[in-house]
């Protein structure tokens, strides 16, 4: 009887891998042959796959010119451990396992073991090599589990020392500097991307302002600024970079769980208050620096919190029109649209948000966004120049004017009080050593800024209330601002444009092109 042909299969699915516990050249292919010796087989080649995932099938090729090209030249495959060979995946295993038992070829491993008999008494439908495959799946399964659950703790314990891992968050870039123990190897390291921590500063500056995510995205993609891959800034872009507190010395560690199948990869998000935060550690990441100041994400923060209880959603979005036009057909808003840039030109339009999401409504049309505005701009002015019309409008509104102002003036002093309690607490705990005098110092700024700030709206606020109380409607006053309207509001800022028409405005239908407006009185 001719002697067994056996062959080495290894495989790793990582560079830590291959450094570690499963190195190709000194634990899987030597022990592997080892084991072909002592069996006293014919050792007949080897096939090697390096940084694979074992359910990826397409990508490793060592393998399928294993199954498919040379099964002629070996009877048994040998593996250091099944998992080298089969994943838990099921397609993929039942793949391996199909291709293998045409050609009739066995399988064994350095670590379990399986009883091998010789070509012509090998069943692979028999009962021993299916109980022998139900073992090896359970042990393979069990095998990745540990494995992951390994890998898992020491990236929490890497992190947890203050040392990020991911991708460089928005505002960094990535360096290699040489391992100091092992010359082969290279640590990254994250340090300040110039380019790109102006425009992280700007967004935060922006939002810190009360700007809208989409607000800031509309004028990034308008001043030519890209993504950090070359596409458009979107409103969960500018939320993504908004949330991180990378930039002021904090990592983020937990905020989804992922698994690999073959190339795709599932993702799992995990809720917020489970999240993981620790600092970053200054003698691991030698090269980092702050991108901005804690007291500034802080602010960010807080205007995310009260940004749904802000009056008008979108309310700086540069839409001016945004909840006001409706579709002609479906009666759902329409929604600001951009076009590709041409030239100097960038192309914006209108077009239902029905159609646009999913495609329910029929109404394609697509109205240019510039000439819609004028036009309504236009039918504004047409509206004011009317004084009877527009003088009852302004005695009702000008008792609602007064009324919201006083509940404004209302709310930034409930504000202004919260604040200065605040600033009290800290001085109080500064004075008992239970803050450091930097960190103190950091907090007491800001804190009199946001002070001096609400006293500046409750001033604000007071003069125009005060105005509202002394203006009579005078008709000539009316007429006059009819005349200069247009000029006036072109040079007015897209939130005052729009908070204007919102006042005037309760619905706009476009009908075979012809504008088509509905005020509140």
Known sequence: MSKIKAVVYARVSSDEQSRKDFSIPKIQVPECIKYIKEEGWLFAG??????????????????QRMINGDSDNYDVIVVWSYDRL???????????????DKKKKQITSVRQKARIVSPDE??????????????TDIGVSFDRKIRRERFMESRTKTVANGRHISEPPYGYKLIRRVHPEDKRRTIGYRTINEEESLILKRIFIE??????????????NKDGIRARKGGFWTNARIYQVLKNPYPCGTIIWGKTTDRKYGDEKILTLIPEEKWQYYKVNRELEKYYKPAISKVLFNRVQEVNKINKRLKGKGSYSPNIL????????????????????????????????????????????RIRAPELKEA??????????????????????????????????????NKLEKSQLRLRSLNMKFID???????????LVGLEDEEEKLKGSIDKINEKLGGFKLKKNNILEIKALGKNFYKMFMELDNAKKKHILHTLIEEIRVNNDKVQIFYKV
Do not use: W
């Open 46 to 63: 080897s096939y090697i796959d390096e940084g694979i995932d074992c359910n990826a099938f397409i990508k490793r090729t060592e393998l």
């Open 433 to 443: 050593g239970k803050i450091k005098e930097d960190y103190y110092k950091e907090l």
């Open 322 to 365: 945004a909840g006001l036009l409706k579709c002609p057909v479906c009666g759902r808003p329409m929604v600001e649209g951009s076009g590709r840039q041409l030239k100097k030109y960038y192309l914006s339009y209108y077009i239902c948000s029905s159609h646009h999401n999913d495609g329910v409504c029929k109404n394609k049309k």
């Open 376 to 413: 309504v701009i236009k039918e504004v002015i047409k509206y004011i120049n009317d004084p009877e019309e527009f003088k009852e409008y302004q005695k009702q509104k000008k008792k609602e004017t007064i009324e919201e102002i006083k509940r404004e003036s209302v709310g930034y002093k």
């Open 86 to 100: 089969v994943g838990d995946d099921e397609n993929t295993r039942g793949m391996i396992y199909h291709n293998l």
């Open 207 to 220: 939002r810190a302002d009360v700007k809208s995510f989409r607000a800031i995205a509309f004028n990034l």
């Open 122 to 135: 090998y069943d692979p439908k028999g009962l021993n090599v299916a109980q022998q495959r139900q073992i």
